[in-house]
């Protein structure tokens, strides 16, 4: 059974940094690009960042650009997702995918997601 399991998120003041997780079983993410999306509350779902799959190549949303970073370590078959200078518009949960490209297009496995949280 394919499980990615997210973990690290929280109450956070504003200006502060997370570490969020992303563990997965049942698959190796080698093969796979992985990716972060967040659902803040009343909004669609929405990309966040997404790496390749030898972490070479990374994508971020304009409104993340210079403050996460995000990160794999396949062996470890775990992705990160380090957010830094944390403001209100960053709360939401936060979800890992692992995704492969059929018909032109991503499909995603998902996770379970991790609250974020940030007072202002």
């Known amino acids: 059974q394919v499980q990615l399991v997210e973990s690290g998120g929280g109450l956070v003041q504003a200006g502060g940094s997370l570490r969020l997780s992303c563990a997965a079983s049942?698959?190796?993410?080698?093969?796979?690009?992985m990716a972060w999306f967040r659902r803040a509350p009343g909004k669609e779902r929405e990309f966040v960042a997404r790496?390749?799959?030898?972490?070479?190549?990374?994508y971020y949303a304009p409104s993340v650009e210079g403050r996460f970073t995000i990160s794999r370590d396949n062996p470890k078959n775990t992705m990160y997702l380090q957010m830094n200078s944390l403001n209100s518009e960053d709360t939401a949960v936060y979800y890992c995918a692992a995704g492969i490209i059929v018909a032109n297009a991503f499909q995603w496995t998902w996770g379970q997601g991790t609250q974020v949280t940030v007072s202002s």
């Open positions: 049942g698959l190796t993410i080698g093969p796979y690009a």
């Open positions: 790496i390749n799959g030898d972490g070479a190549i990374t």
